[in-house]
């Protein structure tokens, strides 16, 4: 079998396309002025930014504001904070840094509990209700609409991060009810973030905006089809897997983002086998430490067995069924030789 180098952590950092950086050298050379200067270089750079604002706006389906920054900020500056327990850890470090009162959302498997979720802002002066739009560990789409309804009734604005959305379900911003939103610019392979729904920053660089707004627009174009094709990727990985290996399980709702598999191979500990896939030229997730349970998973009620074993594999537009079909010979082996060599009992 030749040796290949694939990549399947888009979820937490992925690569700029190539024809965007290519095309992003007049914004970063060639250009330069600030955008409130009066002279034509700053007019064109302000011109440039507006344009750039519309486009990611269109593309996100929204008529809100957007502010280009480098780190999540919400014009909250006290109260309590209700926020679901399976955030990303990028959102965690905003509202513990900020030392907001956080009350967690209570979750019922892998989404929460819309009626605990009630009874909490019925009976506390809550300022922010935080929810992901979907999951980065299960890819689990989170019941938005609804949460934005309980919100709306209680008077509480909402946040949402969309980041594992972006390129992997349709949606349209506005239609989800939302009063803010976030995307971390590194899931999508741009250097900067957005959030949605707060008044913009003129001083931001617009280089970087730039490379957002182009970024998207080469995600959303022909979009449709390249989420067909994810998704049927994103099958054919899960099946073959299911084909290959006995006891193992894939984690996470009934709807989910396309090409994000979280898989639990009962009998192996994950950082073990994550270090041994990567050994074979693929790139996986398996926490963000080794030395401490998955925090997300936990708090969604799975068993701890499962979590020390999950494995994430995410997919994105340009992996080919080549790759998928290299990962699905390389990890079926290592998985049956560690169970073999451990005497691993299957249920």
Not at 124 to 140: C, E, Q
Not at 185 to 213: H, K, N, Q, W, Y
Not at 262 to 275: D, N
Not at 325 to 343: A, C, H, K, Q
Request: net charge negative.
């Amino acid at each position: 079998m030749q040796y290949m180098q694939v990549y399947m952590d888009y979820l937490s950092d992925s690569p700029m396309p190539n024809e965007v950086y290519q095309g992003l050298k007049e914004y970063f050379v060639d250009h330069v002025g600030l955008p409130w200067s009066r002279h034509q270089w700053g007019k064109w750079n302000m011109a440039a930014m507006e344009c750039f604002e519309e486009s990611v706006a269109d593309n996100l389906g929204t008529s809100k504001s957007i502010r280009f920054t480098q780190k999540l900020n919400i014009p909250i500056e006290t109260g309590k904070i209700l926020i679901s327990p399976i955030e990303s850890k990028s959102v965690f470090k905003f509202f513990n840094s900020h030392k907001y009162e956080c009350i967690t959302i209570p979750m019922n498997g892998f989404t929460p509990d819309l009626d605990k979720v009630q009874t909490i802002l019925a009976k506390n002066d809550v300022s922010l209700l935080v929810m992901t739009a979907a999951d980065r560990i299960t890819g689990t789409v989170q019941p938005i609409l609804e949460l934005s309804e309980i919100c709306r009734e209680s008077n509480v604005p909402l946040l949402i991060d969309i980041s594992a959305l972006i390129g992997r379900r349709k949606f349209l911003f506005d239609e989800l009810g939302a009063d803010y939103g976030f995307l971390e610019g590194r899931v999508i392979g741009t250097p900067c973030d957005i959030i949605i729904g707060v008044e913009r920053d003129i001083s931001f660089p617009v280089p970087l905006i730039a490379a957002m707004a182009k970024v998207m627009e080469f995600i959303y174009k022909d979009i449709d089809e390249k989420m067909e094709n994810l998704s049927k990727k994103t099958e054919y990985f899960s099946d073959l897997f299911k084909l290959h290996l006995e006891d193992i399980s894939i984690l996470g709702g009934v709807n989910k983002a396309f090409g994000v598999l979280a898989i639990s191979f009962p009998g192996i500990g994950r950082g073990g086998l994550s270090l041994a896939i990567d050994m074979q030229g693929v790139a996986v997730w398996a926490g963000e430490t080794y030395s401490e349970p998955i925090s997300q998973l936990v708090a969604c009620g799975v068993e701890p067995e499962i979590t020390e074993s999950v494995i994430r594999f995410s997919l994105w537009h340009d992996t080919t069924e080549k790759q998928i079909d290299y990962v699905l010979r390389v990890v079926p082996s290592i998985v049956e030789r560690v169970r073999y060599e451990t005497g691993y009992k299957r249920k």
